[in-house]
């Protein structure tokens, strides 16, 4: 289940970001903070949440919105930034999956 970011929240939830630019992509991999360093596991499937590949900075939710917004190619795990992504309209709900309970959706434009 995703919970509801209101609006005001988004200056105060926090995510990790990890961002690359790679010719013209930009290929953003974003997770909600409490996430990191966490793996999850729900049968074939598993998910590393490592800072080498997330990121050890931490930003508010609304800056990372505005990355993703940017971004080419993405990775997003969590259900703060992940349902903000589905409210700003950056990926449509029936892109997700989840594994052990934890959402995840993987973007290319």
Known sequence: ???NVKTKDKTQAEIYIKEWKIGMELIV????????GKKFNEGKLTIDI???FYGNTKVSLEYGLERLKKATIANIVGEKIVNAAISE???PRDSIIFIDGIPHAQVIR
């Open 50 to 52: 490592k800072g080498s």
């Open 1 to 3: 289940m995703l919970i």
């Open 29 to 36: 991999a974003i997770c909600d903070s409490e996430l990191i």
């Open 89 to 91: 309209g950056l990926i």
